[in-house]
């Protein structure tokens, strides 16, 4: 099947800081790439929908002047959580749809952690 | 009552059993996706299907439209197959092709 990245895999930030998530689809064209967070235990909770050249659509209840996405390409994707608070921990994990088939490809997930 | 819901949400079996997992969804829809969760989090999408039966190795995915509702089995079941395995739908009804999720089962294989 078709492979997604994320980079960095983990990381770990300070409060107050900004940490900038990439989403890249390595053998096909994104024209939709998805955001989600994941919880211990619970499900994906999509954050915002983004299409190649235009602005995110945000879920409701998502900052987006907290969660900022660009999607500058067919193949990149990134999400950068400004000024990080501990509560933003979390999984968060990309995905693309290839557009002449809808499947989604999901990308391995990026595990943020603020202290 | 969750749009998309799946049982069990625990299964604990022995290697070699044949396991079903079961999806029920309450709307209608365009695309049925099986998706598989190791620990640490990487998700692996298993099947699409719009309809009737897919197979890849030991995994066979089926849907009946008509009633809603879809299952995953897993033949010859092998620890490696321990996991979550997560139920997804694409609503006809909902623009952009997200989906709505279930909230998983969590697959144990001991040997």
């Known amino acids: 099947g078709a492979v997604v990245s994320q980079h960095p895999s983990w990381v770990i930030c300070k409060s107050g800081t900004s940490v900038k998530i990439e989403c890249r689809s390595l053998?096909?064209?994104?024209?939709?790439m998805f955001w989600y967070r994941q919880f211990p235990k619970q499900s994906l909770m999509l954050m915002a929908t983004?299409?190649?050249?235009?602005?995110?659509?945000?879920e409701q209840g998502v900052e987006k002047d907290k969660f900022l996405i660009n999607h500058a390409s067919l193949t990149l994707s990134t999400l950068t959580v400004t000024s990080a608070h501990p509560e933003d921990s979390s999984f968060y994990i990309c995905?693309?749809?290839?557009?002449?088939?809808?499947?989604?490809?999901f990308g391995p997930g990026t595990r943020l952690t603020v202290t | 009552k969750n749009e998309v819901e799946q049982s069990p949400q625990n299964l604990t079996a022995q290697e070699g059993e044949f396991i079903t997992i079961n999806c029920s969804y309450s709307?209608?829809?365009?695309?049925l996706h099986w998706l598989q969760q190791h620990p640490g989090g990487g998700i692996v999408s298993l099947f699409m299907?719009?309809?009737g039966k897919k197979k890849h190795g030991r995994l066979i995915a089926t849907i009946n439209i008509q009633e809603k509702h879809s299952s995953l089995h897993i033949t010859a079941s092998h620890p490696r197959d321990s996991a979550v395995y997560i139920c997804?739908?694409?609503?006809?009804?909902?623009?952009?092709?997200?989906?709505?999720f279930g909230e998983g089962t969590q697959l144990t294989v001991n040997p």
């Open positions: 709307v209608g829809i365009s695309a």
């Open positions: 053998d096909f064209q994104a024209t939709t």
């Open positions: 997804a739908v694409r609503s006809e009804e909902t623009s952009g092709s997200r989906l709505t």
């Open positions: 995905s693309g749809l290839a557009g002449v088939t809808y499947e989604q490809y």
């Open positions: 983004s299409n190649e050249g235009s602005k995110a659509t945000y």
């Open positions: 299907l719009s309809s």
